[in-house]
């Protein structure tokens, strides 16, 4: 047997420890190992260096690629270790620990859900590395499982560290009768008429059980009876009502459903109540219809949202401890397995609603506060049009850099220009009340030609998307949905102005979402530019976007998908490999928040078995294996996790000394590449691919937040030396920008000076 079929054969019988590893790390040494490690396995790596130096690899065999969703669970796993890192705040320590517990809902939601669907399809494809849909679904249930036993135990660990600084989440029983009394008039005047109790028996089906939502199954009897009746009362979060119930006027809180739970006797008045058990529910979100099929999108989609309410259930939590025959009971009703689909959680359901305690008011619990700076060339008061025209390019990176007074600034000036004739934009997820849509609106009552394309298929804003495109369409702005088929993920605007020497056209394109929110947690990138080839090209993709035509249209720098991106990026790999063995010094770099595609993945293996270097940083999910002897020797895979979320997408070519770097927002993944309108736009000025390249060096020496992968696909955190810088990459990109507008705001000043003189 070879080494590698060893190897092989070592990660099915051990999966827990090889590919992922972290599932089985235990909570209390990821804290006080000196360095933090997700999982090492020695054998493997004996194995792994028995292989032979210039192997014959089979570039088609499935070991050779990592699982996307267990890959995602890791991902999961590292942020779980921002939240037990006693370098960070105790707040956000909070704060990750409930992005765990919202990125597990989604990830049932989205892939569990899906992996559901297929195995009900009777689905016997195997996944690029192997694996069946069954397979993976009882993977990524042990994985889970590990994941949800390891969060209850740091949440117990979170909330005595909690406790020390006076911010406690008690039981009932934990208040004084005081206190109790005075919990309960806040109750019964307003959570009491929100209730709405529900019988089980022989003459009332089993109730609709709403996605996400947290329940209580109560067992009541009559007093002078034997028989129990049970009952679900549903928890009423949202619409103003909070997780957690504040005790008086300090920091201290009980969980809504405990105070139901104590007091049930309001809602079953002369009844005993026998238990009162928690459970909550996770529903598909994987409803799509065949858009080609429809006469009509937005009936479409508000159909596939209804559906989403009734959609089937993945996924059932109860409290450790809840009486066998309910929790099968229960498992029936909803028509799951209850081996496989019911999660026995001994700490609170729902752990994203942590974020209401993450967000209470202690600074020297929080972060440093960060407050993104004006970018250099916009410290200006001058029309940001003039700016871009006699400035030249320039690179705008959130959350160091302002979106305000950049991309929110760039719509607001071109709605009230006089100058402006047009303004053409993507829409994939924006704020419900951002300021985007209101400089759009009045852009078109300025009498402006505004032209919106929506993506209503934006996974959990398809309603925000729908309300958005009604309010445009009655302001006059032309809202249309894309292309069939295809999902817009691109994030460009084009403004067409007519300059003192003819129509120009603006653009901006980014990496992320046009959201105000998200533009001070999201780690971006934009390009403002009048680069007039790149306005032509964004010309005919808006031409192709508003009408679905794509006859022979031609792109002089743009790279758009599914048209050209995947098969530019799989030549530019294979240019590097033919220049590398003619001349040496290949390299690549690539900065993303995936990467599965199979071709991209097989091709950068060849890279490597030619000696290119290949950097990947990728957030989460990856297919990729680097350090495998003689097949990845020559790469690396690092994936960031900290303070901000990593989210630019940046695809760097060294190209014999002609380099090439291209932004967007696609991911190296067959959904992206293939069934997205998307696309990658070229930074060809010196000083701006100066700026891309400080940053993938910065990502290259981070020693805080980095996490290496090993060639057995699991993770080491990078552990500073004695004396080392800690501060890690958002630190020094929040010190940049900082320095940046200082130096802006002097020579500002001195220009002043000098025109006053």
């Known amino acids: 047997m070879t080494a590698a079929r060893k190897l092989d054969k070592h990660k099915g019988k051990k999966m827990d420890q090889v590919q992922q590893g972290a599932e089985a790390a235990p909570v209390k040494k990821a804290v006080s190992s000196r360095r933090r490690t997700i999982k090492t396995v020695p054998q493997a790596e004996k194995e792994l260096q028995k292989l032979p130096e210039t192997p014959d690899f089979d570039l088609d065999d499935s070991q050779w690629y990592l699982n996307r969703e267990l890959t995602w669970l890791a991902f999961n796993r590292r942020v779980m270790s921002e939240a037990s890192d006693t370098r960070t705040p105790l707040l956000e320590r909070i704060k990750f620990l409930a992005i765990v517990g919202a990125n597990l809902d989604e990830f049932f939601m989205k892939r569990i859900g899906g992996l559901k669907q297929q195995l009900a399809a009777g689905v016997q494809e195997l996944t690029i590395d192997g694996r069946t849909p069954r397979q993976q679904l009882q993977e990524c249930h042990t994985h889970v499982r590990t994941l949800v036993t390891d969060k209850a135990a740091l949440f117990r660990q979170l909330m005595k560290l909690l406790d020390d600084k006076g911010i406690e989440v008690v039981g009932w029983k934990d208040l004084t009768s005081r206190e109790q009394k005075g919990l309960r008039e806040l109750y019964a005047r307003d959570i009491y008429p929100l209730l709405t109790p529900q019988s089980i028996d022989p003459a009332h089906p089993f109730p609709f059980v709403s996605n996400l939502s947290l329940n209580l199954l109560v067992t009541v009897r009559y007093l002078r009876e034997k028989d129990v009746s049970l009952a679900r009362v549903k928890v009423p979060l949202g619409s103003g009502v909070a997780r957690f119930m504040r005790v008086g006027k300090g920091d201290r809180f009980v969980p809504l459903e405990e105070v139901m739970a104590a007091n049930l006797d309001m809602l079953f008045p002369g009844m005993k109540v026998v238990s009162c058990e928690f459970f909550r529910v996770t529903r598909n979100a994987n409803t799509e219809k065949d858009e080609e099929k429809a006469d009509d999108l937005v009936a479409m989609i508000e159909s596939e949202l209804q559906e989403r309410r009734f959609a089937p259930i993945v996924r059932l939590e109860v409290v450790s401890g809840m009486d066998p025959v309910h929790k099968g009971r229960l498992a029936a009703e909803l028509d799951l397995d209850e081996a496989s689909d019911v999660f026995e959680v001994s700490e609170m359901l729902g752990m994203r609603d942590l974020f209401e305690i993450a967000r209470l ?274 790469a690396k895979v690092v994936s960031i996790v900290g303070r901000f979320l990593e989210h630019s997408r940046l695809y760097y070519f060294r190209n014999n000394g002609q380099e090439e770097y291209f932004i967007g927002s696609a991911d190296a993944m067959k959904r992206n590449l293939e069934s997205r309108v998307e696309i990658l736009v070229p930074v060809e000025s010196p000083a701006l691919q100066q700026q891309l390249r400080e940053l993938l060096d910065a990502h290259a020496t981070d020693q805080r937040y980095a996490w290496d992968m090993q060639p057995d696909g699991s993770y080491l955190q990078r552990k500073p030396a004695n004396g080392q810088e800690q501060s890690g990459l958002h630190q020094l990109l929040i010190a940049q920008a900082s320095q940046s507008a200082r130096e802006a705001q002097r020579l500002k000043r001195r220009v002043t000076k000098l025109l006053s003189n």
């Open 361 to 634: 008011n202690y600074p020297k619990l929080h972060d440093p506060p960060h407050h993104p700076e004006d970018h250099p060339q916009l410290m200006s008061s001058r029309n940001i049009f003039h700016i871009i025209r006699n400035s030249g390019d320039f690179l705008v990176k959130h959350p160091y850099q302002s979106f305000a007074s950049s991309v929110e600034r760039f719509i607001n000036e071109a709605a009230d220009d006089p100058k402006v004739c047009a303004i053409k934009m993507t829409l994939y997820r924006t704020s419900k009340e951002g300021r985007l849509i209101e400089s759009l609106v009045r852009a078109a009552e300025n009498g402006k030609q505004v032209a919106v394309v929506v993506e209503l298929k934006a996974r959990f804003d398809e309603a925000a998307n729908l309300r958005i495109a009604e309010r445009m369409e009655e302001a006059g702005i032309h809202v249309t949905y894309g292309v069939v088929g295809l999902k817009t993920h691109c994030k460009v605007i084009l403004v067409v102005r007519r300059d003192y020497n003819g129509i120009r056209r603006y653009v901006h394109i980014g990496t992320g979402n046009y959201h105000t929110d998200t533009a001070r947690l999201y780690s971006d990138l934009g390009l403002f530019t009048s680069d007039d080839a790149i306005g032509q090209d964004l010309t005919e993709l808006f031409n192709y976007l508003t009408t679905g035509f794509s006859p022979k249209r031609t792109y002089k720098k743009l790279l758009p998908a599914p048209k050209l991106l995947k098969r530019s990026l799989l030549e530019k790999i294979e240019r590097e490999i033919a220049v590398h063995k003619e001349k040496g010094g290949g390299l690549i770099q690539f900065k993303m928040n995936a990467l599965d595609d199979g071709d991209i993945v097989k091709s950068l293996y060849r890279a490597c078995q030619a000696g290119v270097r290949v950097d990947l940083y990728v957030r989460d999910s990856c297919r990729f294996r680097p350090g495998v002897p003689g097949l990845s020797d020559t």
